[in-house]
Each structure stands twice: as structure tokens, then as C-alpha cells.
């Protein structure tokens, strides 16, 4: 279990609303059989502590790499990460695509009378 912080919440929110979106319109979710699955951890002790988020699409038509570079883009691969000083990648596989989150505890975590 882990309590995020506004910035983090913020961030997954419109990340997961552009992700959702995109697999409506082109997606697993946008034919039958298609799914979602989203995990996290936390991984290392103390400063090096590292929260990870994972979207992944498995769809039986997965969609293929788009140069579009729309809002949804600069959601995925910069405003999310920046906010919780981390990093995400957005990987299309032959299955599906697959959107990992990666940060700093630190900077994800709900810390008592910080917000």
C-alpha cells in the first residue's frame, strides 16, 4: 500500500486519462479481448528508495509506434515525470504497449503536514 502525495495523484490521474483514452480509440480497449493490467512496488530502503508504476495493454491487434506528438505525449513522457522527479518510457510491444513510471520515494510519498 502507499499513499501518494497531490503532485503524484495529479500526475497518474492525467497520465492514466490520456493511457485510458488512447486505449479506447486504438488500444486493447478498443476491440474484444484486449486488457489492462497496473501494478506498483517500492524497491531499496532510505534514499534510495524507488517507487514504480506499470501500465500495460494486452490487445490481440496491438497498434504500432505513432510520430504524433500531442498532449498526451508531453503528459507521458515529461509532465508526469517531472512532477514526481522521475522518469517514464512508453514501450509498444508486439502484445500491447507498456507505460512504466519511475521515482524517488521521496517524491511520491504523502508526508504527514507537508501538504
Not at 486519462?17 to 474484444?32: C, D, I, Q, R, V
Not at 479481448?33 to 496491438?62: C, H, K, Q, Y
Request: glycine letters at 8%.
Amino acid at each position: 500500500e502507499v499513499t501518494v502525495n497531490a503532485a503524484c495523484c495529479q500526475s497518474l490521474s492525467l497520465a492514466l486519462y490520456e493511457l485510458t483514452s488512447n486505449a479506447f480509440k486504438y488500444g486493447a480497449l478498443s476491440s474484444p479481448g484486449g486488457r489492462i493490467a497496473l501494478s506498483w512496488e517500492t524497491r531499496g530502503t532510505g534514499e534510495d528508495a524507488v517507487f514504480r508504476f506499470e501500465w500495460r495493454e494486452i490487445s490481440s491487434n496491438p497498434r504500432e509506434m505513432s510520430d504524433h506528438q500531442g498532449f498526451g505525449t508531453t503528459v507521458l513522457e515529461k509532465m508526469a515525470p517531472m512532477s514526481v522527479r522521475g522518469w517514464a518510457e512508453r514501450t509498444f510491444c508486439a502484445d500491447g504497449v507498456i507505460w512504466t513510471l519511475e521515482a524517488p520515494l521521496v517524491a511520491v510519498l504523502t508526508h504527514s503536514g507537508a501538504e
